[in-house]
């Protein structure tokens, strides 16, 4: 078993020579996909044996290019064909794909290789002529280093500003999820005031939301005024800034979550069911258009899908009663949550953040999932409904459940 992941690297101030080489190179790339796209566009075609035919040697004629290279034009072509008839196919106006400067140079398998001399990696490309290479060398980040005896498959090489960088595809053994040995389990409370509250066996960690708020508000006011001009062009226009902003948001805030985590053995993160979220936060309108259960699917989803990547584990728990309940004594009660911020027990006394006892007690649901199955009550009358799967962890059934969400708090405007 393998999974695939793609790096991107910085190569570390290429000589003159070798950057004449690059721009030299991508010309040349550009315009072999050029003619394939023109080609593709006289021919209406996007078959790959076809355009191969039609381009491949005037290509290497023409631009010069290696084999190895000539051969990725075509690929990058295709590519492009394909995705303007994609988008034709859907009923989507688009105009025939030109090639962009952003288009890098394609490296096939066989022109090149991830080299190490001495401390330092090198991407070692091909220049067509037996025995000759460029030596580029590359910027790599201590955590990747070790990665780099994975790469595996066609690369590219591209240019933004003046700098030049490698994507690398890597093709990675696959490390089973759940190995032997006790779990760390790290409970997760996600919110407004604060974003993320993380309880690890080291103490906890705090994502504060303040300045997310404060640009969800501006976003919301902006939005007012349009609203009042109404200028549903730029309406339409900000909703997708904003929903971009949240996404690469979200993908940094999966991204720190699930790097803390993988420092840990047999981590697994865990997450209070979402609807449950929803349910739980009260408060004004206000506090809700900022409480998007979409957002909040859309890290739990980014969670996922890189903890599958770094081999830790994601499990959901019933989050009924994790904010009211005490981490201490179990008491649980309303009347211990007379506060947003601030969790004092009336059975035994014990008082302290309330996010952080959230977590504490969504940790603690996470361990008794993990040792003895979802409880009986971890199956709400909603996820009865939605699509509920069952993974085998470790001997252990734990379910997850599929809530299709409905809400649209992100886009409608207040
Ligand atoms: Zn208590």
Redesign the pocket.
Request: with cysteine.
């Given at each position: 078993m393998h999974r695939a992941e793609t790096i991107i690297l910085k190569l570390t101030a290429p000589s003159a020579n070798k950057r004449a080489w690059l721009s030299q190179t991508s010309q040349a790339f550009r315009d072999g996909v050029g003619m394939v796209l023109g080609v593709a566009e006289s021919e209406q075609t996007s078959s790959r044996a076809k355009l191969h035919n039609a381009c491949y040697t005037a290509n290497r004629e023409e631009t010069g290019l290696p084999s190895d290279y000539a051969r990725m034009v075509v690929n990058a072509g295709v590519a492009l064909a394909r995705s303007y008839w994609g988008l034709r196919k859907k009923k989507r106006r688009a105009s025939f794909p030109k090639v962009g400067k952003s288009q890098g140079i394609g490296l096939g398998v066989h022109a090149y290789a991830v080299l190490k001399r001495g401390e330092r990696f090198f991407l070692r490309a091909s220049t067509g002529k037996r025995g000759q290479y460029k030596w580029l060398p590359l910027s790599v980040p201590v955590h990747l280093a070790s990665k780099l005896e994975f790469v595996h498959g066609d690369a590219k090489l591209f240019q933004r500003g003046q700098d030049w960088f490698a994507m690398l595809p890597l093709r990675l053994p696959h490390t089973p999820a759940v190995r032997d040995g006790e779990p760390t389990v790290l409970g997760v409370d996600l919110g407004v005031v604060k974003l993320m509250t993380v309880e690890t066996p080291d103490g906890c960690k705090i994502w504060n939301g303040l300045p997310v708020r404060h640009r969800r508000e501006h976003f919301a006011s902006l939005r007012r005024r349009y609203q009042r001009h109404r200028r549903t062009d730029r309406i339409k226009a900000q909703s997708g800034k904003e929903r971009r902003w949240m996404h690469d948001l979200n993908h940094k805030l999966a991204s720190e979550l699930v790097d803390m985590a993988r420092f840990y053995p047999n981590a697994v993160i865990v997450f209070e069911q979402l609807d449950g979220i929803r349910d739980r936060v009260r408060g004004g309108k206000k506090f809700n258009r900022m409480m998007s259960s979409w957002t909040f699917r859309d890290l739990t989803d980014k969670v996922k899908y890189k903890a599958e990547a770094a081999g830790v584990d994601v499990v959901f728990v019933d989050p009924r009663k994790t904010s009211q309940t005490?981490?201490?004594?179990?008491?649980a009660t309303r009347s211990?949550r007379t506060k947003q911020a601030l969790f004092r027990?009336?059975?035994?006394?014990?008082s302290g953040n309330a996010d952080r006892n959230a977590a504490t007690n969504i940790a603690a649901a996470g361990l008794r999932t993990l040792q003895q199955g979802p409880t009986d009550t971890a199956r709400s009358e909603e996820s009865e409904q939605a699509s509920s799967s069952l993974t085998t962890l470790d001997g252990v059934k734990v379910c997850e459940t599929q809530v299709l969400h409905t809400d649209s708090n992100l886009v409608s405007p207040a």
């Open positions: 005490c981490c201490r004594c179990g008491h211990n027990c009336v059975n035994c006394g014990w």
